[in-house]
């Protein structure tokens, strides 16, 4: 039992912080709408210091809905302030 709390608290710090900031962010990423699976820090790396996060779901519907709401869909045009 103590062997399985050990692996269950190393799963959960190796999953910890991509889990508790949410696995789809909605980014504006040179201007448009993406939703991505990364951190904000990968994204940067991918696209550049442009980048902004406008909110971190944990399902990829609700990051859909999120940016149908709020900017209509992905590849909406959008800007970093």
């Known amino acids: 039992m103590r062997g399985v709390l050990l692996g269950l608290a190393g799963l959960i710090t190796l999953a910890g912080p991509a889990w508790a900031a949410g696995e789809y ?23 550049g210091s442009n980048v902004c996060q406008f909110g971190a779901f944990d399902y990829l ?6 940016v149908a709401k709020n900017f209509g869909s992905q590849g909406a045009t959008c800007a970093c302030k």
Do not use: P, Y
């Not at 909605?26 to 990364?38: N, Q, S, T």
């Open 61 to 66: 519907s609700d990051a859909q809905n999120f």
């Open 25 to 47: 962010g909605v980014f504006c990423a040179d201007g448009r709408i993406e939703i991505e699976m990364r951190t904000l820090e990968q994204e940067k790396t991918a696209r």
